[in-house]
């Protein structure tokens, strides 16, 4: 049987099998293509509450005049303009200087953690390349500080910390003798150094584990050529670890960053409420600017600063390290 076509009638597209395509295959083919925005939808709407909504009424709360008096109904406090921030950075007034001393804390703080952090991960990372018996008990020993809970695993360190029966004393003046007597780690000045130690022993785990990851991707036969060359073990590090961890290096750090900066726990647990000034971060200091001395439009303010800070910081290293890239590639 044949089928004749009048001249001028355009020609009816076929599939292979003969049926001409008809809005259920167009309307398959939206499905396909929407079910992956449908499916996203839910997170995306639980974070816009979670994070978003929260962060813009603490925006709102800046520009306000919001005290304890208007703690039942903030949204009738008045309207501070920028006060808040002009308080905030008047850095000859005891309230800026305060929140300048604790920023300069938290950068030296912050800096110190994360190059220690990613110091000893990265070392033991590499140790623990080499096949030897035990391997898996040590890497698992590795990770309990990351695995524990930060409550748990600060209040320990709170009661070694003590000054006449914690065991930091104990080896250190009992035992060793380094000390000329029992020191006092959770006030003064060596609370800065009671406070980075502890952060360094639950932070470094995590890098271990990055890097550790990263070092699966890197064949052994560039080392063993490498040896064959004639190059030592530091020199495979510099020419061959180091370089192909640049990717891994480089979110790791930043992560590291945010999670150390942005620290509330382990200050709070560590000292209280109140942190000795030698130990006076950032968030800690927000929450007592907040919430010790109710005065929230203020911190509020601290902590749109505090974010935009973070912000700068993230869009300068990304471009920083994005040109690193690109000049090495």
């Known amino acids: 049987m044949t089928t004749t076509v009048e001249a001028g ?20 083919r939206i499905r396909r293509v929407g079910l ?21 009424i603490g ?18 406090a008045p309207w501070s303009a920028l006060d808040n921030y002009k308080v905030s950075v008047d850095f000859d007034a005891p309230v800026g200087e305060a929140l300048l001393h604790s920023f300069l804390v938290t950068i030296a703080f912050t800096v110190l953690s994360v190059g220690l952090c990613w110091l000893i991960g990265t070392a033991a990372a590499v140790f623990m390349q080499d096949t030897f018996r035990g391997r898996g008990l040590l890497r698992a020993l590795f990770l309990v500080p990351y695995a524990l809970p930060v409550y748990a695993a600060v209040i320990t360190w709170v009661f070694m910390f003590q000054h006449d029966n914690g065991l930091v004393n104990h080896v250190l003046h009992d035992q060793l003798g380094l000390t000329d007597k029992p020191s006092f780690w959770l006030i003064g000045d060596n609370s800065f150094i009671a406070l980075l130690t502890v952060s360094v022993w639950k932070g470094w785990p995590f890098a271990f584990l990055i890097v550790m990851a990263g070092l699966q991707n890197i064949p052994r036969e560039l080392y063993e050529a490498a040896a064959l060359d004639g190059a030592g073990v530091w020199q495979q590090i510099r020419r061959i670890t180091l370089p192909s961890l640049r990717p891994v290096n480089q979110v790791l750090v930043l992560v590291l960053f945010l999670w150390t900066f942005n620290d509330f726990n382990t200050p709070f647990v560590l000292f209280g409420r109140t942190a000795p000034a030698a130990a ?26 505090l974010l935009l800070f973070l912000l700068l910081v993230t869009a300068v290293y990304l471009v920083l390290t994005s040109r690193g890239r690109r000049a090495a590639s």
């Open 9 to 28: 009638t355009p020609p009816v597209r076929t599939s292979p099998s003969g049926a001409a395509p008809g809005p259920r295959r167009r309307t398959g």
């Open 36 to 56: 992956p925005y449908l499916l996203l939808l839910p997170a995306l709407l639980l974070e816009l509450l979670v994070h978003l909504v929260p962060m813009v």
């Open 59 to 76: 925006v709102v709360m800046s520009f306000k005049e919001l005290t304890q008096f208007y703690i039942r109904d903030w949204g009738a």
């Open 280 to 305: 006076d971060l950032i968030s800690v200091h927000i929450y007592q600017a907040s919430f010790v001395t109710w005065n929230f439009g203020t911190g509020s303010a601290m902590s749109v600063l």
